[in-house]
């Protein structure tokens, strides 16, 4: 296993319009996160997963956004109803329990 | 309330030159990790180092160096002889609740330009 993946890696959109992006840890770490970074800011956490249970949800996280990890491998980040305020860099990272966060190559968003 | 401040918003240097990221924190837990990452024009982010509150021995990786002081709050990184592979924005975070596997908390992120 090399890494954290995600796909797609670009995605283009129109403003009113659902996406769904998917990320695939590595294949031993039972968490989970979802980060979302604009441009020149650092990321900013979204909600964290260990194995299928969403344990935190951050604020930011407004109720157009969902997170699933069924199985606690991969997961999905679904936008319903996007806005232009949702362009960003959503970034995946996967741990064991109580070691380093890894990140996967990020989804970067543009809603039109 | 956990933060992470990151000063400088962009440094510019000429290869060779000895460089220094500062990161200052806040956080009211007794233990907590800190980290940096590197994230190069690809955008993905590169895990550097984790330092745990309790440990506050510096560390030194081939060019990189890292000086942790908690009667500062600082966790600050430096890069000797930069190269022009150097060239990043680099990440200050931090972990609270005595596990590193927690949510991060980044900081706004340093711009690092290594001109040849």
């Known amino acids: 296993d090399t890494g954290v993946s995600q796909d797609p890696r670009h995605k283009i959109t129109k403003r009113g319009q659902n996406v769904t992006f998917r990320c695939d840890p590595i294949?031993?770490?039972?968490?989970l996160y979802w980060y979302r970074q604009t441009l020149g800011q650092g990321p900013e956490f979204l909600t964290y997963f260990q194995n299928e249970a969403q344990l935190e949800k951050s604020r930011l996280l407004s109720d157009r956004f969902s997170a699933e990890r069924p199985k606690g491998s991969f997961s999905t980040l679904e936008i319903q109803r996007t806005e232009q305020g949702d362009s960003a860099m959503y970034l995946c990272a996967s741990s064991s329990f109580v070691e380093t966060q890894y990140f996967g190559p990020g989804t970067r968003l543009l809603v039109l | 309330a956990q933060k992470v401040t990151q000063a400088q918003t962009e440094i510019s240097v000429v290869e060779k030159e000895d460089v220094t990221l500062d990161c200052v924190y806040e956080t009211r837990d007794t233990t907590y990790y800190l980290f940096w990452y590197k994230q190069p024009p690809s955008g993905e982010l590169v895990f550097l180092i984790r330092?745990?509150?309790?440990?506050?021995q510096n560390e030194i990786s081939g060019r990189y160096s890292w000086n942790f002081q908690k009667s500062t709050s600082s966790f600050n990184f430096t890069i000797t002889a930069s190269q022009v592979v150097d060239s990043a924005v680099y990440f200050c975070a931090l972990s609270e609740g005595g596990t590193s596997g927690s949510r991060l908390t980044f900081g706004e992120g340093t711009q690092l330009t290594v001109n040849p």
């Open positions: 294949s031993e770490h039972n968490r």
């Open positions: 330092r745990n509150s309790f440990d506050e």
